[in-house]
C-alpha cells in the first residue's frame, strides 16, 4: 500500500514563525516528507523555500549570528521588512497611510532566492492564502489556483500584516496577511489530497501556573499578545473541529509549542522558539510514526499529540 499523502501547514506569527523550522527539522529527522505545503504569512514562508528543497538546516542559517554561517546565501534579514513606499503608494495620500512600511523589498529578495518563481514548476504542491482587503475574502496562490501570479508576490501579499505594512497589489486587487480570514487553510491541504496533515502553530496561549502572578502584571503588550493568542488558537481549534466533522478519515497533527510569553517581532528568541517548535514536533511526530501513522494510508483521525 503507498504511503500516505502528507501536508505541511504552517500558521503565521511574524518573528515567532521561526519555530515553523524546527518542526520541519524534526519531519527530516524522522525521514517525513510533506508533499503538500500550505501557509499564510511566515507559515507561507518556511513552506515556500522547503517546498524548492530549502533544508531546515538552511533556514536556521538565516538567523544565526554571522559569524557563526556556513552555508551559502544571504539570510533573511529584518530589513527586508521595512520597504520605503514605491511609487504608487506615493501618488495617494490613502494608500501612505495605509501602513507603516512596503513589502515590495522582501518580495524582492524571495525572487532573488527562490529557484524557481513559478508555482507550476514544482514538483510539491504549494499553496499560498492571502486575504483582499476589500472584502473579497480568501484568495489562494498555486497549483489549480491562482498559478500565473509569482510564488514571491504571493508571499509578500499574504505576509502584509495590516497597519505594519501596506496592503501589496497583484494585478488589480490588493491583498494583507492571509491569516485575517483564516488561522490555517487545512481545507486546502485535504482538497489537495492530503492523508495526514501537519500542523504547526504558533499561537498557544500561556498558561500560567497555579499561584503565579496574572499577565496584566506584565504590562498591556503582554495583554494584547496573549489576547491575540487566544483569539488565533480558537480560530485554529474551530477550523480543526470543521475538519474532523466533513473528513473524519484524515489525520490531523498538531504541533503547538509553549511560546505565548515571548514576542511576536524580537529576533532575539529565534533559538528557543526553533527548539521548542522542534522538541515538539519530535516528540508528536515520533510517536504517530510508532503508530504506523506514515506508512499507510489512515483511516483514523488525530489531534493533538497523536
Not at 513606499?85 to 497611510?97: D, I, K, M
Not at 501589496?168 to 488561522?183: A, P, Q
Not at 494584547?224 to 484524515?250: A, C, F, T, W
Amino acid at each position: 500500500m503507498a504511503r500516505p499523502r502528507v501536508a505541511f501547514v504552517g500558521s503565521g506569527g511574524a518573528a515567532k514563525g521561526v519555530a515553523h523550522i524546527g518542526v520541519l527539522r524534526a519531519m527530516q529527522e524522522l525521514g517525513i516528507e510533506a508533499d503538500i505545503c500550505v501557509g499564510a504569512s511566515a507559515g507561507a514562508i518556511a513552506g515556500a523555500f522547503y517546498a524548492q528543497g530549502y533544508t531546515p538546516s538552511q533556514m536556521i542559517d538565516w538567523f544565526r549570528p554571522f559569524w557563526q554561517r556556513g552555508l551559502e546565501g544571504p539570510p533573511l534579514k529584518a530589513r527586508y521588512f521595512l520597504g520605503l513606499p514605491n511609487q504608487e503608494q506615493r501618488r495617494s495620500w490613502g494608500y501612505l497611510t495605509s501602513g507603516l512600511f512596503s513589502i515590495d523589498r522582501f518580495e524582492r529578495f524571495v525572487a532573488e532566492q527562490l529557484p524557481t518563481d513559478d508555482f507550476r514548476d514544482l514538483d510539491k504542491r504549494l499553496l499560498i492564502t492571502a486575504a483582499d482587503i476589500d472584502g473579497r475574502g480568501r484568495v489562494v496562490f498555486g497549483r489549480g489556483y491562482r498559478d500565473e501570479v509569482p510564488i514571491s508576490k504571493a508571499l509578500a501579499a499574504s505576509t502584509c500584516m495590516p497597519g505594519l505594512f501596506r496592503p501589496h497589489r497583484v494585478g488589480d486587487r490588493f491583498y494583507i496577511d492571509g491569516e485575517v480570514v483564516r488561522t490555517l487553510s487545512i481545507d486546502l491541504a485535504v482538497e489537495a489530497g492530503a492523508d495526514v496533515v501537519i500542523v504547526s502553530n504558533v499561537y498557544r496561549p500561556h498558561v500560567g501556573r497555579a499561584g503565579s502572578p496574572s499577565l496584566v502584571h506584565q504590562g498591556g503588550l503582554a495583554v494584547v499578545r496573549q489576547s491575540l493568542n487566544i483569539i488565533l488558537n480558537e480560530k485554529e481549534k474551530r477550523g480543526i473541529d470543521l475538519i474532523h466533522k466533513m473528513y473524519p478519515q484524515i489525520q490531523v497533527l498538531v504541533v503547538s509549542p509553549d511560546l505565548g510569553r515571548l514576542p511576536f517581532t524580537s529576533r532575539m528568541h529565534s533559538r528557543a522558539m526553533l527548539r521548542r517548535g522542534y522538541r515538539d514536533a519530535l516528540r508528536i511526530l515520533a510517536k504517530a510514526k510508532r503508530r504506523g501513522v506514515f506508512e499507510v494510508a489512515p483511516n483514523v483521525r488525530t489531534i493533538g499529540e497523536a
